[in-house]
């Protein structure tokens, strides 16, 4: 048996879910049958709806998914960090040194209108 997600696709080891509770998205690093999580009562009879569920561990928040919440994504479909470092990035020295020395004093206009 594998993991499928909500779209009836196979989901492996390194795969990018989304899931689709909240769009967030990431790699899966483990995937482990349902009855097999500590917190699963393996005493008791797994239900018929769960027994081909498998959780799903993603990368970003280290959590554990159902697979049947989660849906395959394709590489061109994963998002970059929105705030991915640019290389014309300057560090906060380099910032400030483009800036001209200025003096603040109590002389400053008052009002807002």
Do not use: H
């Not at 779209?7 to 879910?17: A, E, G, L, N």
């Not at 970003?60 to 395959?72: C, N, P, Q, V």
């Not at 994504?73 to 960090?81: C, R, T």
């Amino acid at each position: 048996m594998e993991a499928i997600d909500i779209r009836k696709k196979p989901i492996k080891k390194d795969d990018f879910v989304r899931y689709i509770g909240t769009g967030f998205s990431g790699k899966v690093l483990d995937i482990i049958p349902y009855s097999s999580l500590d917190g699963v009562d393996m005493n008791s009879k797994i239900d018929i709806s769960n027994q081909d569920k498998f959780w799903i561990k993603i990368d970003k928040t280290e959590l554990w998914y159902l697979s049947d919440s989660l849906e395959l994504l394709d590489e061109k479909n994963i998002k970059k960090p929105r705030f991915e470092k640019n290389k014309k990035e300057k560090n906060i020295e380099e910032f400030s040194n483009d800036f001209e020395e200025m003096e603040i004093d109590s002389s400053a206009g008052i009002g807002g209108g």
